[in-house]
């Protein structure tokens, strides 16, 4: 069984540092030219430092405490030669996320006292929330979960067929209604049927729209509502769903969205395809709420547990 489960590890690992390699190149590029010509660390290459990590979307507040805790380090060790920064910055970097009680997990999991455990999915359109929800169905049915899906995006009829293309993928039943459906109706159909059907895990699509933070809040308040009625203490999980490529915007709607609704976790979608990798360390250290997940490339299994301590070792190791 371990062997297994090395050789899923050495799988993970490895889709984990391709899909982090644009942002890996482009910030050890940004880190080379900020300390040239420099043999040890000082205000300047401090300064330069600083640069390269809101440049890299690690964000402003995350960026000020990694500066304080090297600036800390300097005056203590009283030289730090700039061929040591990229593993001091690791070293901070995890110590900063250490911090959190988040990002431990390794493995697709759900809490087996919540029975269907029910989980809302919310985000913008466009941010990867339906293929994020057939990725999650494809994890959960692998472990010999019963999952069945709901079509709550009634807003645009697309959303409901891309639901079902990953639905008929996967091979789980998706319980739906018509464009312009009620979402809390299509809900309260999806819990029924996954009680009915003694399902493990039931994934609610909800409509991706934020230009009204007002009816949004309404809209998700009513399905919470509704699905209630079915299953007490539900949603168990509401997962916002970011797109990690539009680096700063993910913060603004992680934002907006946790303003709206209650978010409990968070996954950061599409970083093999940006230099922006660096955002979700500073919304795992910005937000009170954990990451649970990760979409580092195109494949049915490249949704990943997101894992600190893999994601810092990653980012850190074979510099491009």
């Given at each position: 069984m ?10 993970k ?25 420099k ?8 300064d330069?430092?600083?640069e ?30 700039t ?25 697709f999991?759900?809490?087996?006292d ?16 339906t ?81 009204n ?8 308040s ?19 769903v ?18 709206a ?19 979700v ?21 490249d ?18």
């Amino acid at each position: 069984m371990s062997l297994f489960k090395n050789i899923f590890s050495s799988k993970k690992k490895e889709t984990l540092d391709k899909g982090l390699e644009k942002s890996k190149t482009s910030f050890f590029s940004k880190l080379g030219k900020a300390v040239a010509g420099k043999s040890k660390v000082d205000d300047d290459v401090l300064d330069n430092l600083e640069e390269v990590l809101v440049s890299s979307d690690v964000g402003v507040n995350t960026t000020l405490k990694i500066i304080e805790r090297i600036e800390a380090r300097v005056s203590r060790d009283k030289y730090m030669g700039t061929d040591e920064l990229d593993h001091i910055l690791r070293e901070e970097i995890s110590g900063l996320l250490s911090e959190t009680n988040i990002g431990d997990a390794t493995e697709f999991s759900i809490p087996r006292d919540k029975k269907p455990y029910v989980i809302m999915v919310v985000g913008v359109n466009g941010v990867g929330k339906t293929t994020t929800i057939g990725k999650l169905a494809y994890q959960f049915k692998a472990q010999g979960l019963k999952v069945v899906l709901g079509a709550a995006d009634t807003f645009r009829a697309a959303a409901i067929d891309q639901l079902q293309v990953w639905a008929d993928r996967v091979d789980v039943p998706i319980i739906k209604q018509k464009m312009g459906s009620d979402p809390a109706s299509v809900a309260f159909d999806t819990l029924s049927s996954a009680v009915t059907q003694d399902a493990d895990v039931v994934i609610i699509d909800t409509a991706g729209r934020l230009h009204n933070k007002v009816n949004l809040m309404n809209e998700l308040s009513k399905v919470k509502r509704v699905m209630q009625k079915v299953v007490v203490d539900t949603p168990h999980d509401v997962l916002l769903v970011l797109d990690g490529s539009t680096g700063q915007n993910a913060f603004e709607q992680a934002k907006q969205f946790t303003k709206a609704t209650e978010v409990t976790s968070l996954a950061v979608t599409k970083l093999d395809g940006t230099a922006k990798g660096g955002v979700v360390i500073g919304i795992s250290d910005q937000f009170q709420i954990p990451v649970k997940y990760i979409g580092v490339g195109e494949g049915i299994e490249d949704l990943q547990v997101f894992n600190k301590h893999e994601f810092v070792d990653s980012f850190f190791s074979a510099k491009n």
